[in-house]
């Protein structure tokens, strides 16, 4: 069964700083990568989807990467603002014999002190 | 934009009792999905549908139904209620399982069992 870790649980950092967040997983075998945001009581919106013959993919500020042989992504947060304070989440998908599986890990909890 | 629709948002039901979420999707998606969130766990996969018709058990399907009558609807029913479905249970969409993977998510539906 597919795996998923981001570390840290939680981070906080202040206005203007450029951050990384990560997410692991430990089969490398994935079909694609995408990353979420949730904001509380809140449901999920995606941020970017990186398909697995890909590398990296950007939105604006935000930039994802993806190393299927190390089993690692991370989403690169430039210049952050406190509206970007939420919780972030990474969900792997693997194509099954049923068709496309989705791992989800436990997300980071970001905030963005003004 | 309606997107992914979810009814109740808030529901509190007494053990051994049966009740269904609601989910409807406006974008003629073809696959559809149940998550429930717990803290600490992610999300974790209940059911989900890759076509009316057709649905499937994903990583916790015990103790719940699932039907796809129509390309719109994918209704979640709790045929005898239990504590332990006290959760956060979100209803996501996709195109397709396989052409892009992106999920698309409703808000959320809170169920408390006493």
């Known amino acids: 069964k597919q795996e998923v870790t981001q570390i840290p649980a939680a981070l906080s950092v202040p206005e203007g700083e450029n951050l990384v967040l990560n997410c692991s997983f430990t089969?490398?075998?994935?079909?694609?990568l995408q990353w979420f945001r949730q904001d509380p009581g809140k449901g999920l919106t995606s941020l970017l989807l990186?398909?697995?013959?890909?590398r990296e993919q950007t939105s604006g500020r935000l930039n994802a990467s993806l190393d299927k042989s190390s089993g690692r992504s991370t989403l690169y947060i430039a210049a952050s603002q406190p509206g970007d304070s939420a919780t972030y989440l990474c969900?792997?998908?693997?194509?099954?014999?049923?068709?496309?599986?989705?791992?989800f890990g436990t997300g980071t909890s970001l905030t963005v002190i003004p | 934009n309606a997107g992914v629709t979810q009814t109740p948002k808030f529901q509190v039901l007494k053990t051994g009792q049966s009740m269904t979420l609601q989910c409807a999707q406006d974008?003629?998606?073809?696959?559809m999905s149940w998550y429930r969130q717990d803290p600490g766990m992610g999300l974790r996969l209940i059911h989900y549908s890759v076509g009316a018709g057709i649905t499937d058990q994903g990583e916790v399907p015990n103790g719940y139904n699932v039907s796809r009558s129509t390309t719109e609807d994918f209704p979640l029913r709790l045929l005898s209620a239990a504590p332990s479905q006290t959760s956060v249970y979100f209803c996501?969409?996709?195109?397709?399982?396989?052409?892009?993977?992106?999920?698309?998510f409703g808000e959320g539906s809170r169920l408390t069992v006493l």
């Open positions: 974008m003629n998606h073809e696959y």
């Open positions: 990186i398909q697995s013959s890909q």
């Open positions: 969900a792997v998908g693997r194509l099954s014999n049923t068709g496309n599986q989705f791992y």
């Open positions: 089969d490398s075998a994935i079909y694609n």
């Open positions: 996501a969409s996709a195109i397709s399982q396989v052409y892009t993977g992106e999920l698309f």
